[in-house]
């Protein structure tokens, strides 16, 4: 009988690697010399750590690889792997383990929830087509429910075509952009899928399992901070897309949501593009965090809804080059793009940090909505640009905006992003560090040039943050040039500004996922309920399962 047992700690020492094999690697690039011969070394490994024969591990997986990149001059790839045994060798291997590197393994499935018996009239409506809706609206074609997926941009082909002559040419389409489309706003970004939340489910096994499915590179499955990268995304999202279809659902583009009908307490129809009316029974929002003209008619149609804390900021570009040597020492730009995660409190109490960092990346106008400008980042899979990109941003409370209404969020937002846009007239203000500290335009590039789509020009970044963000953008800065040597650099771009870290608002939703207006389902970072690609996918799995538990399949 076979077995399967999971070993830990298996450690590769890739600086001595790269010593034996520097000549190959400077012909061949890294990742062919290590995609040869990672197998075998950690089969190498792995039976001498247990100091059994290579053709007594019948099989084995890779189940997490990590850095350890502590000791500059030492640096080694980490390694959890699951190992099909005999039965007989098994039980030899447990008993003399004493270092308590091996367990048997269990791996948590995702197990789907029974079905509810409640009739639906109608399909179930998914709004939004970004990772909560897509991965909602999936599972519920995957029951049978042939879901309808209302989103109000476009496919992912022709919104890629509108961000780029946005891009080249100012001109926005408010419905089809970096913010609005199919994929959402993670489609331009880094792709990152590390989530910082616990999951006992198997849940967040199941994201990664469809994100392979269905395009992604099956690294993912054990990278310890696994990315997709918006080349890749593009192609996967449609696929996605592709598999409702086939299974019976329908995904229909530029379909806003207008209005709401209800009776006792209970939706009953959604209005689409303030024209078209559809009978609905369920209606998952799945909204994003930009969609803030369906946010207030949410409101006003007296859906439960709340303020929350976000945070806003800057992007800040520095050489990769450096940011790979800081990390790896003499494995800088040998191994893949490093990346970082900064955090810092400052004597003013507020928070300051690093967010959706893209090494290799691409700083992106990600604008919405005329006479506003926002920024973010992205990166491609292979994240080979020449600079690396973080939102560095500070922490803000409902106490910080303009007035006590529910919406008040949107309006801080929309009052720093037209300030942004008045300051660049139109284009991404970009200002150097040390410019940024004496607060004053910038006139000439020092060591670092702008990687960026949507064009740049020089502006004061006082003018569009308020003035305790800047002040703790300074402190931040020179605390964590004592982190990474060289990140205060006074050459260092911030570009301005970044406000869409997360939703400034949370509907309200029951234990049971439902509004106080029954059959509404709020759902992912729009509602408030997630912060990244991975945890709104997981909060659209929960909805369906929501669903799943409450109502039979639509016939």
């Not at 590769?12 to 040869?36: A, L, P, R």
């Not at 189940?63 to 005999?86: C, G, H, P």
């Not at 990152?192 to 616990?198: E, G, M, Q, V, Y």
């Not at 369920?282 to 007296?302: C, N, P, W």
Request: net charge neutral; proline share 3%.
């Amino acid at each position: 009988m076979n077995v399967v047992l999971r070993i830990s700690q298996v450690k590769i020492n890739i600086s001595q690697f790269y010593k034996e094999k520097q000549d190959k690697i400077s012909e061949k690039g890294w990742e062919n010399v290590w995609g040869t011969m990672e197998q075998k070394l950690i089969l190498k490994k792995i039976t001498s750590m247990l100091r059994i024969e290579p053709k007594q591990v019948k099989e084995f997986y890779i189940i997490k690889q990590s850095v350890d990149a502590r000791k500059k001059q030492e640096i080694f790839y980490n390694y959890s792997v699951d190992l099909l045994l005999d039965s007989k060798l098994e039980e030899k291997l447990l008993a003399k383990d004493k270092k308590h590197i091996l367990l048997k393994a269990v791996t948590k499935s995702y197990v789907y929830p029974e079905m509810g018996k409640d009739a639906l009239k109608h399909p179930p409506v998914v709004i939004g087509f970004g990772p909560a809706g897509m991965f909602c609206a999936l599972q519920l074609a995957l029951m049978g429910y042939r879901p309808i997926v209302l989103e109000q941009g476009l496919d992912v082909d022709n919104r890629v075509k509108d961000v780029n002559e946005f891009w080249e040419h100012g001109k926005l389409n408010v419905k089809s952009n970096v913010q609005f489309g199919e994929g959402g706003a993670g489609t331009f970004s880094d792709g990152k899928l590390n989530t910082s939340i616990k999951d006992a489910t198997g849940r967040i096994r199941k994201v990664l399992e469809i994100f392979v499915e269905h395009g992604a590179n099956p690294e993912i499955l054990y990278m310890q901070k696994p990315h997709i990268g918006t080349d890749a995304l593009c192609e996967i999202v449609k696929n996605i897309r592709l598999h409702i279809e086939q299974l019976g659902g329908e995904v229909r583009f530029q379909q806003c949501v207008t209005n709401l009908r209800t009776k006792d307490g209970i939706l009953t129809g959604i209005e689409i593009n303030h024209k078209e009316w559809m009978d609905v029974d369920v209606a998952v929002f799945a909204i994003g965090h930009s969609a803030r003209d369906t946010f207030r008619m949410l409101y006003e149609k007296q859906l439960t809804m709340e303020k929350k804390p976000f945070a806003i900021g800057v992007r800040v570009e520095h050489k990769q080059k450096m940011i790979d040597k800081k990390q790896y020492g003499e494995l800088g730009g040998i191994l893949p793009a490093a990346d970082y995660k900064l955090t810092y409190q400052a004597k003013n109490g507020r928070s300051i940090f690093s967010f959706c960092m893209c090494p290799g990346g691409i700083v992106v106008n990600a604008s919405s909505e005329e006479g506003h400008l926002v920024v973010n980042g992205m990166s491609n899979h292979k994240r080979d640009e020449e600079n690396a990109n973080s939102a560095l941003v500070v922490n803000v409370t409902p106490d910080d905006f303009p007035t006590g209404d529910v919406l008040s969020g949107v309006e801080f937002q929309r009052k720093w992003e037209k300030m942004a846009f008045e300051e660049g007239n139109g284009l991404v203000p970009i200002q150097l560090l040390k410019d940024f500290k004496e607060k004053r335009k910038s006139t000439v590039y020092g060591e670092i040039m702008p990687v960026h789509k949507g064009n740049v020009t020089w502006g004061n970044l006082w003018n569009c943050l308020p003035e305790y963000v800047c002040d703790t953008l300074v402190e931040g800065m020179d605390k964590f040039g004592q982190m990474i040597e060289g990140y205060d650099h006074p050459d260092t771009l911030l570009s301005g500004v970044e406000t869409r870290t997360s939703s400034p608002v949370r509907i309200v939703r029951d234990d049971e996922f439902e509004s106080n207006i029954k059959g509404i389902y709020p759902c992912g970072e729009g509602a408030g309920y997630a912060g990244g690609i991975t945890s709104a996918a997981i909060d659209g799995i929960k909805v369906f399962e929501a669903i799943l538990r409450k109502y039979a399949k639509t016939e």
